[in-house]
């Protein structure tokens, strides 16, 4: 059974860093997209970042210039690099890995990242 835990989340002033990991138990056969999601207070979950084997990497809008989505190891399969953070980054940040299935679909349970003074 696979299950995915982020990591690396917490409280940091603006214009601070976080590094968020994703890590791994269990075995994802053929991985096609591993991606960070964030959900804010009240909002609806957003698409951050993705990366895809042979295709360029996504960054939302909002993110663009700040963030940085790279692979992993085995383990630790994905980070996000999270520079000059703002209150507006607040939110629950969520790993989503995707396989070939459409049944390969796995998230995490989320890590709080709060931008404050």
């Known amino acids: 059974q696979v299950q995915l835990k982020e990591s690396g989340g917490g409280l940091v002033q603006p214009g601070g860093s976080l590094r968020l990991a994703c890590s791994v138990s269990g075995n994802i056969a053929v991985i096609s997209t591993m991606a960070w999601y964030r959900q804010a207070p009240g909002k609806q979950r957003e698409l951050v970042a993705s990366t895809s084997p042979g295709a360029p990497l996504f960054y939302s809008d909002d993110v663009k210039g700040r963030f940085i989505i790279s692979s992993g190891n085995a383990k630790d399969l994905v980070y996000l690099q999270m520079n000059n953070l703002q209150p507006e980054d607040t939110a629950i940040y969520y790993c989503?890995?995707?396989?070939?299935?459409?049944?390969?679909?796995?998230w995490g349970q989320g890590t709080q990242v709060t931008v404050a003074a």
């Open positions: 989503n890995i995707q396989g070939l299935r459409s049944t390969d679909d796995y």
